[in-house]
């Protein structure tokens, strides 16, 4: 049954999409496709279910209450919902909207939908889901409700969505005004932690700082991960033995690159090869020792790679 269900399916997808001479190879492609489709689905719908309830345990269990903020969407909602008495789940999809039409525009249409309906999502789940207010102790509300708010928007990234459209803003600032990312960033948090000092007084934004800074460290690990990717290039005369060490030591691929005569301290050099690959920041004091045995004079030029696919590279948990 189910079998029959796929093969129709299958045959209406492919005349959807005007197919006149239906192929074998045409028919699994399709459903091999379909299949990964729906894998990719399933697990950004979990993933973003996940993100919704944690951001919402953050709000309800910790922040509301004691009127602590984030930065970014969800700290200017929360700060109006402190001055205004206005429930939050009517604020953060009116806060959110301007921001899912950047995203519509910055980054395309399936994201945006998304991030829509991830939006939607959390402010149904505060409306309509009761948790409990954990504590009140200022110290604890400010780290755990971080920590609950920013696995929550981690989760919903590693879905494919947002549900705090700060960087969607950021970057949509950065290609008009020419600026990075992290200073839009940084800008949009010193005007809301210095209107939650005007209107909520020091102390309060001063904690909130701190859930700022939980929230946004706890962001990086769901999404970076403590296996932080790096790329390394090596440049040495000794390319061939590099290349050995990388494949059998460490465990990684190497691409190589025909490098060409340049100047350097000692004159005009020979060609080499150059070595490129990709490790774990975890480890790098392995490739280091290493290349110090072959090579202590290589150059060597390490740069975050913020992730990659396919290769002999480990994949992350929760890898979207």
């Not at 984030?70 to 953060?92: F, P």
């Not at 945006?112 to 207010?133: D, E, H, M, Y």
């Not at 005004?177 to 200073?183: E, H, R």
Request: charged content about 20%; overall charge positive; some cysteine.
């Amino acid at each position: 049954m189910i079998k029959k269900i796929w093969q129709q399916l299958i045959l209406f997808i492919l005349h959807f999409q005007g197919e006149a001479d239906i192929s074998r190879y045409k028919i699994i492609k399709t459903k091999s496709n379909l299949i990964i489709s729906l894998k990719s689905t399933i697990r950004s719908t979990i993933l973003i279910t996940i993100g919704i309830f944690s951001a919402a345990f953050g709000f309800k269990g910790f922040l509301l209450s004691n009127k602590f903020i984030d930065g970014g969407a969800t700290g200017i909602s929360l700060l109006i919902s402190a001055v205004t008495d206005y429930k939050i789940h009517y604020i953060i999809p009116l806060v959110n909207l301007p921001f899912i039409a950047m995203a519509y525009k910055t980054i395309g249409r399936n994201f945006a939908i998304k991030t829509a309906i991830a939006i939607v999502g959390l402010s149904f789940c505060l409306a309509n889901v009761n948790f409990p207010n954990v504590t009140n102790d200022s110290i604890l509300v400010a780290i755990f409700g971080g920590f609950f708010l920013g696995a929550g928007i981690g989760m919903s990234i590693r879905g494919g969505a947002v549900i705090d459209g700060t960087e969607v803003l950021a970057i949509y600032l950065s290609k008009k005004l020419g600026t990075t990312i992290g200073d839009i960033i940084i800008i949009i948090n010193v005007m809301i932690f210095s209107a939650a000092a005007y209107l909520l007084g020091i102390e309060i934004a001063l904690y909130s700082m701190i859930t700022y800074l939980a929230a946004s460290k706890t962001l990086d690990f769901i999404v970076e991960g403590i296996e932080e990717y790096i790329g390394v290039t090596i440049v040495s005369s000794k390319s061939e033995e590099i290349k050995e060490m990388v494949y059998n030591k460490l465990g990684r691929g190497v691409t190589v690159y025909s490098g060409k005569k340049g100047m350097g301290k000692r004159g005009i050099k020979d060609d080499n090869d150059i070595i490129f690959t990709v490790i774990t920041r975890l480890e790098i004091n392995k490739l280091n020792t290493e290349l110090e045995k072959i090579a202590p004079n290589a150059f060597v030029v390490m740069h975050t790679v913020k992730d990659t696919k396919g290769g002999m590279i480990k994949k992350r948990p929760l890898k979207h």
